[in-house]
């Protein structure tokens, strides 16, 4: 069965440092692959989203990469604050369907 | 923001009561989705629409039902709600990014739904 794994392990760290989030994906050949940031008590919001002829995306401090020989996209927050500080969701979405699979996410924590 | 509301935002019910929740989105989108989220599972599809009364199910469907009588409300019905259904519940709606008509999705603020 389709399968998205993300690290169940809290990340804390440093401010300043760069965060990376990884997202690895079984049994799915996705058309596209999102990443969305959630905070507690609030719906996820959407963040960064890449192709599968895409190898990387930037948007301010944020960097994705996808590679789907190893079926993993990274997310990469450059400079991190302690307001980066949220669950980041990985998604993935397949050509001709209108379904998207969810991760379980990966809580991430900047410590001042 | 795509201008999605949950109604209601918290509710508290007892094992066997009929339950609705309701999606109202005021963008005119076709795609409109509901979820569960759960610690450990994170967000599972229960049920989504692709116009008005075309629905079709999700992932953990069993329990639900939904109905989709005008472009602008997605309703979520638990007939007969168990406590295995406490969950938070998210709506949302599908348009494009950058190019593409459906990859992104925007959530609503969710309803946290409690069954005692």
């Known amino acids: 069965s389709q399968k998205i794994e993300q690290n169940s392990e809290a990340l804390n760290i440093q401010e300043g440092k760069t965060a990376t989030l990884t997202c690895n994906y079984t049994?799915?050949?996705?058309?596209?692959l999102q990443w969305y940031r959630q905070d507690p008590g609030r719906g996820p919001v959407f963040l960064l989203l890449i192709r599968e002829n895409e190898k990387e995306k930037r948007k301010e401090r944020l960097k994705v990469t996808f590679d789907t020989t190893l079926k993993q996209s990274l997310f990469h927050i450059t400079a991190s604050q302690p307001a980066d500080s949220a669950t980041y969701l990985c998604?993935?979405?397949?050509?001709?369907?209108?379904?998207?699979?969810f991760g379980t996410g990966t809580r991430l924590k900047v410590l001042a | 923001d795509a201008g999605i509301t949950q109604s209601p935002r918290h509710k508290v019910t007892e094992t066997g009561t009929p339950v609705t929740l309701r999606c109202h989105q005021t963008?005119?989108?076709?795609?409109m989705y509901w979820y569960r989220q759960d610690p450990g599972h994170g967000l599972r599809l229960i049920h989504y629409s692709y116009g008005v009364k075309d629905t079709d199910k999700g992932e953990v469907s069993d329990g639900y039902s939904v109905s989709r009588s005008k472009t602008e409300d997605f309703l979520l019905t638990l007939e007969s709600a168990t406590s295995s259904q406490t969950s938070v519940y998210f709506c949302a709606i599908a348009r494009g990014a950058s190019g593409g008509s459906t990859d992104t999705q925007y959530f609503g603020p969710g309803t946290r739904l409690t069954v005692l």
């Open positions: 998604a993935l979405g397949g050509s001709g369907t209108y379904k998207y699979i």
């Open positions: 963008e005119n989108h076709r795609y």
């Open positions: 049994n799915y050949s996705p058309a596209y």
